[in-house]
């Protein structure tokens, strides 16, 4: 990848990334919203490359697929803080979702079903499953779960420093065992779609095709996932805030 002055082949790099970027941007998808484009991804994720083409410095000790995976993922993830892309609307219809998942859960003892959830939102269910499509992009844990109800600020979930990551949620042990013990009591269906999505890693439109269904609705089964989990969660997250407010 060098020319015949031994400088880094930029067009080259280019090339051999890009498919890269756009992997990378196919799978940010299921966690974003329908109305955040996916060409609008790769656009920033090929700026991303390009300055990471620009920094790298050639013997750091770090291999420059590594560092451009870091620099592509975070120039998606600015692109994303710079807008508002998850209305609070739909904050509201997916906690909606949720505590009635929890209300459904509690009567039956068991997951719901989506038929049983559409009936209890008084809604057909070809209209819950297009609310589901529309949660696309909704997280396990956003930083205000863990913070406050008050600051809405849902692209700060995002923020790269290690002092406020949610994932950091998760180092502790005991969210980690209920996040576990939340997917195995996952429907089948939906804990396939999550092993195949953060396990094997692969695109919505890989897991539709092993899944012998379509892209839209692999993304309305990862929206009710992750709300189911959430609700299983919810215990681990209010232990964590208090945790949070009494260090202060």
Known sequence: MYNAVGQINREQLVERFAP????????????????????DLVQNGMLGL?????RFEVGVGAQFEAYA??????????SLRENDWLPR???RSCRLIEA?????QQQTGRAPTEKELADALDMTLADYQKMLQ????????????????EGEDFLERHQVEENSDPAQLFEDESTRQALVKAI????????LMMALYYEQDLNLREIG????????RVCQLHSQAVMRLRTRLAGAVDKKRKKIDKNG
């Open 89 to 91: 609307s739909l904050r």
């Open 209 to 216: 095709e092993v899944m012998g269904v379509s892209e839209s």
């Open 184 to 191: 195995a009591d996952l429907p089948e269906r939906e804990k």
């Open 134 to 149: 529309s949660a696309r992009g909704h997280q396990l844990v956003y930083l205000e779960d863990l913070i406050s109800e």
């Open 50 to 54: 390009l300055d990471a083409i620009g």
């Open 69 to 78: 995976v870091q620099r592509v993922r975070g120039a998606m993830l600015d």
């Open 100 to 104: 009635t998942i929890t209300q459904l």
């Open 20 to 39: 890269m970027v756009k992997r990378i941007a196919c799978h940010l998808m299921a966690r974003l919203p329908a109305s955040v484009l996916l060409d």
